[in-house]
């Protein structure tokens, strides 16, 4: 069982980086999978990228991939998405999750974060 909020949103200009954390509480968060999503205006909540429970295993969304990067830091409980190059299209609120099995589908996630915006000014 594990609670997770995020932190790191905020307003940040084209071109720049920003980093996001997903802090858990609870019991066995190593052994939990972590999933970033993420849904802007007028849009379905879309995936953005995933973790495994070593970390030796990393997935991206094609919208993201190459500008991000997921990490986790299990001694801390946290898990990090650090996108770069941010692009209007970015903005959104991103969720974190986590997941028995690594995944690209919400519906595979157990536990969820209230969420963090991204507002990418253009």
């Known amino acids: 069982q594990v609670h997770l909020v995020e932190s790191g949103g905020g307003l940040v200009q084209t071109g720049g980086s920003l980093r996001l954390s997903c802090t858990a509480s609870?019991?066995?968060?190593?052994?939990?999978?972590m999933g970033w999503f993420r849904q802007g205006p007028g849009k379905e909540r879309e995936f953005a990228a995933a973790?495994?429970?070593?970390?030796?295993?990393?997935l991206y969304a094609d919208s993201v991939k190459g500008r991000a990067t997921i990490s986790r830091d299990n001694a801390n409980n946290t898990t990090y998405l650090h996108i770069n190059d941010l692009k209007p299209e970015d903005t959104a609120v991103y969720f974190c999750?986590?997941?028995?099995?690594?995944?690209?589908?919400?519906?595979?996630?157990?536990?969820w974060g209230q969420g963090t915006q991204v507002t990418v000014s253009s």
């Open positions: 973790i495994s429970w070593s970390g030796g295993t990393t």
């Open positions: 609870g019991r066995a968060f190593g052994s939990y999978c």
């Open positions: 999750a986590a997941s028995n099995w690594i995944s690209r589908k919400s519906s595979g996630y157990q536990h």
